[in-house]
Nanobody, 123 residues
Framework: QVQLVESGGGLVQAGGSLRLSCAAS????????MGWFRQAPGKEREFVAR???????YYAHFVKGRFTIARDNTKNTVYLQMNSLKPEDTATYYC?????????????????WGQGTQVTVSS
């Protein structure tokens, strides 16, 4: 089991930027598919981005061009750089890890989850 700890959330004005980090407690971090999801109040958790073990990213259409996912296997950390933030990006953002050979686009693809970090974008 992998423990994941997110950080970097906060309050930002529309158009601003934040960088989320997720630190993983595993010696085999480089083998994991890592994802970011988000959940707004009253809504279901949704896929935001994921990065494969070899660094291949994939994004939800609504963040493409604004968000960038990256990983540093030497630090066991995955990042989500969020630019041009909009009020509709307000949500709790969750980091997730998957050891399976999946596309990593669905909740069920992931076995381990962090506690989440709140991102609030004011208009």
């Amino acid at each position: 089991q992998v423990q994941l700890v997110e950080s970097g959330g906060g309050l930002v004005q529309a158009g601003g930027s934040l960088r989320l980090s997720c630190a993983a407690s595993t010696r085999t971090f480089s083998r994991y598919l890592m994802g970011w999801f988000r959940q707004a109040p009253g809504k279901e958790r949704e896929f935001v981005a994921r990065i494969s073990w070899n660094g291949s990213p994939y994004y939800a259409h609504f963040v493409k061009g604004r968000f960038t996912i990256a990983r540093d296997n030497t630090k066991n950390t995955v990042y989500l750089q969020m630019n041009s933030l909009k009020p509709e990006d307000t949500a709790t953002y969750y980091c997730a890890a998957s050891a399976s050979y999946s596309l990593g686009l669905g909740l069920n693809d992931y076995s381990d989850w962090g506690q989440g970090t709140q991102v609030t974008v004011s208009s």
